[in-house]
């Protein structure tokens, strides 16, 4: 989990998984943005929270 400090205005993050990982779920704030691959926290007020689900791809071997 990634916290970002009330200290400006504006915080991205970018997430990559490892290989032969993919991004399942991006919760933040506790609340699903999906699978994304960034997300940007505007107008920063007070502390925000990040967790990011990963999951192993499937071989199509």
Do not use: C, W
């Not at 504006?10 to 032969?20: G, V, Y």
């Not at 933040?28 to 960034?38: E, F, H, L, P």
């Amino acid at each position: 989990m990634l916290t970002a400090e009330a200290v400006s205005q504006r915080k991205s993050f970018t997430i990559t998984p490892q290989a032969r990982y993919e991004i399942k779920e991006v919760l933040v704030d506790g609340q699903s943005q999906g699978a994304v691959t960034s997300y940007t926290f505007t107008n920063i007020t007070e502390n925000h929270s990040i967790s990011v689900t990963f999951a192993k791809k499937e071989d199509n071997e």
